[in-house]
């Protein structure tokens, strides 16, 4: 099969859980013999010069970007209130980029043509017009679920107000469109049941983060004892509040018992008011270091030993979480942080919804070492069996050969 896979932002190289999940997926279907093709927005975050790319995976994947200026802005933000479109979506067209769509669809015969998330659906006529292909959705979250979680957890009444508006519209947008694609690639079931639950009645597969298991190799060699971390991408608001979260109800907390605990936060784009308390000497952040973005991830992650994922919005499946898992470590998460995979607590991984399970639950890691290393093991062997790429990217393949037979 020839695919045209459609980014929202730079898949190569991977530096975040959606780019990660993006590329992975590219190599697993040419691994089953498929041509994959590449066509990318590039944005003010995610920005990386073409050239840069290495030349083997620019060849493989006939490699096009588009930069498009993504940013939030005050003015056009305000003028979006007076039109019935999602100010989240309509940042991500452009007619630049449409053009090299269309350009790309005259040139070249598709079978398949795979939109990576909501954000590229603008195109969606575009794509009808000149092409045959089949359009799948690959959805990486249930975006107006994120949106809608968010405006619960915010407390200024004017913020949550816009949220809100926002929630509104992308909820419409997306749900407006949930019968246009030919099928629905979810990354959890809990997406594709939601889906079903708004009308959905297209062919759905369920088609989970996953991961070439022989690059994740675990050393212990150099690890830290006593030591936590948290890492994602700090640009996304969910990790913001869930760290902010931990860090105002449970960290001091779990410093007094140990008083050696530390806690390490990596991830691109981290905000200046963690660096700036950082420095300060405020309470809040006693034993914290603030890594920012690390060059790399596999070395980091094996040097701690236990990860955080304090969520308390958000949607879809945490990657970081499964290459954790992948690394043996032990895992403390909300259930929102681990929505979507098949996990169980207390046995790969620990599940902590309050302030005080929290808590105790990194109380235990901290205190109890064969314990630490039992759901660190255990977390490895799922990754294994659940998780590995070859498998999850056949069976997406044989979807797609279903679709056009």
Known sequence: MKILQICPKVPFSPKDGGSLAMNILTEGLISQGNIVHVLAISTPQYFIKEETIEVDYRNKTNYQSVYIDTSVKAFPAFLNLFSSKSYNVIRFYSKEFEEALIQRL???????????????????????????????LRSHNVEFMIWERLTKNTESGFKR???????????????????????????????????????????????PFGIDVEKYKIDNSKIEKFSLFHLGAMDWRPNIDGITWFLKNSWMKIVAKHPSAKLYL??????????KLNVSGSESLSNVTIEGEITNAHRFINSKSI???????????????????????????????????????????????????????????????????????????????KYDNQLISNKLSDFYKSLLN
């Open 161 to 207: 107000m816009y949220l809100n508006f926002l929630f509104k519209r992308l909820k419409k947008y997306e749900l407006g469109l949930l019968n246009k694609y030919d099928a629905i690639a979810t990354i959890t079931e809990l997406d594709a049941m939601i889906y079903k639950k708004e009308g959905c009645v297209l062919p759905m597969i369920t088609i």
């Open 307 to 385: 990860m955080i994922v304090p969520l308390q919005s958000g949607g879809g499946m945490r990657v970081k979480i499964i290459e954790g898992m992948a690394l043996s470590k032990a895992i403390v998460s909300t259930t929102i942080g681990a929505e979507g995979i098949d996990c169980e607590s207390k046995k790969n991984i620990l599940i902590a919804d309050s302030e005080q399970e929290f808590i105790d639950a990194i109380d235990k890691c901290l205190s109890d070492s064969e314990f630490s290393e039992m759901i660190g093991k255990n977390a490895r062997r799922l990754v294994e069996t």
């Open 266 to 275: 990596a991830g691109r784009n981290m905000p200046d008011e963690l660096y």
């Open 106 to 136: 005259s040139s070249e015969q598709y079978d398949v043509i795979q939109l990576e998330s909501i954000f590229v659906t603008p195109y969606l006529a575009t794509i009808r017009k000149h092409s045959t292909a089949k359009v799948i």
